[in-house]
Structures are given as structure tokens and as C-alpha cells.
């Protein structure tokens, strides 16, 4: 299998995957955009709300996490996502999907997809699976809008802040 439908099935199965979702804003103030800021070395960020689907479509599919942010030019930068973690054993144990460890982040911790350019920073924190993920450069496909660095520092950031 292609590796961009590797990631475009990994991406739809964190979206959908059918799990309870954490209590609604549970999560909603862990981490701002002047965090972001800080982790990222960029300047203009906005934190905005989950995009919505209207009539089954979602107007910008890369906002669609329970935390997005944003650069001042409307390019999406970070989306966060929060599951039960038994997702994280589930996505941990298929070795296709693994790049590296993270030390000392979480519980466990975890870089994907299993190829370049590396976008999501995954750890298990108590009972929370934490995806956090950059995006695909419009300009160039084969870049990610951050470097995994900037994705483990706002993951670290998170961590810090979850009981």
C-alpha cells in the first residue's frame, strides 16, 4: 500500500474512530495559542473551533480536532486530538504505523506515521491517547507545515498540563 493512503486511512480511523470522546471542553484551555507560539518559534497563531460538518461536509477537514490551531495566513498548523487510551495500544501495535519513541513524554510515547515526513506526535497520559498533529505543506507534499521537534515540544506542553 501507498505510504499517502497509509496516512489518509490512519487519518480517518483517529477522526472516526468509535470510541467516547472526552467530556465536552474537558480539554478546551490545556494548551493556547501563545503556548504554540512558544513551542513553535511562530508568531500570529489562533487557536479556532472545531469545524462542523453541514450536511455531511466539513467545510476545512483540517480543523476537525477537539484543539485547532492556526498561523495568521489561515494555514492550519496543530489539530489535537483526545481518545480513551486503549486507542493508544491499539494504533501501537501495528508496526507499519510506529516511526520512533519519545522519551519522557506521557506515559509512552510514540512518533507517525511510519515514513516521511514525520506529523504526529502520539502518547498515553493516565486514561487519554493524545494525538497531536501537524499538516501536509500545500506547497510541497513531501514537508509537514512543522518539523516533528515543534509537534514533540507542544505535545510536551500538553503532557505537562493533564493529570
Not at 491499539?90 to 506515559?107: C, E, M, R, T, Y
Request: glycine residues 8%.
Amino acid at each position: 500500500m501507498k505510504k499517502g493512503a497509509l496516512l489518509v486511512i490512519w487519518l480517518g480511523l483517529v477522526l472516526v474512530l468509535p470510541v467516547n470522546r472526552t467530556q465536552a471542553g474537558q480539554f478546551d484551555n490545556i494548551i493556547t495559542a501563545a503556548d504554540v507560539e512558544k513551542a513553535t518559534g511562530l508568531s500570529g497563531v489562533k487557536q479556532v473551533p472545531r469545524q462542523k460538518a453541514v450536511d455531511g461536509i466539513t467545510q476545512n477537514k483540517f480543523l476537525t480536532g477537539d484543539l485547532n490551531f492556526i498561523r495568521s495566513d489561515s494555514q492550519p498548523i496543530i489539530e489535537v486530538q483526545f481518545r480513551p487510551s486503549f486507542a493508544f495500544d491499539q494504533f501501537k501495535g501495528d508496526s507499519g504505523f510506529i516511526k520512533a519513541p519519545v522519551p519522557g513524554l506521557g506515559d509512552e510515547a510514540y512518533t507517525s506515521p511510519a515514513f516521511d515526513p514525520q506529523t504526529t506526535v502520539n502518547f498515553k497520559k493516565g486514561a487519554y491517547f493524545v494525538a497531536v498533529s501537524t499538516h501536509i505543506d500545500p506547497r510541497d507534499k513531501k514537508r509537514s507545515v512543522l518539523k516533528i521537534d515543534q509537534v514533540i515540544a507542544v505535545a510536551r506542553i500538553i503532557a505537562s498540563r493533564m493529570k
